[in-house]
């Protein structure tokens, strides 16, 4: 009886079930995050990809850098 009260008396892996709980929430918001700004980061990556895209249409048709 004496090892399983010493087994429930110790509180070694308390720590790690803390820091399990919080590198999970850690993720959850990190996951969150993501997808709240997921849309921003692709419509601007959109735009810049137009922009590139006009860039080099009319490099291509002046041969020139005065675009």
């Not at 399983?4 to 399990?20: H, N, P, Q, R, Y």
Request: charged content about 15%.
């Amino acid at each position: 009886m004496t090892k399983i009260s010493a087994f429930l008396k110790d509180e070694a892996g308390a720590v790690t079930v803390d820091w399990v709980v919080l590198t999970a929430a850690v993720v959850g918001l990190g996951l969150l995050i993501f997808n709240w700004v997921r849309p921003a980061v692709s419509n601007l990556a959109e735009a810049i990809n137009g922009e590139l895209a006009a860039a080099q249409a009319c490099l291509e048709q002046n041969n020139a850098a005065t675009c």
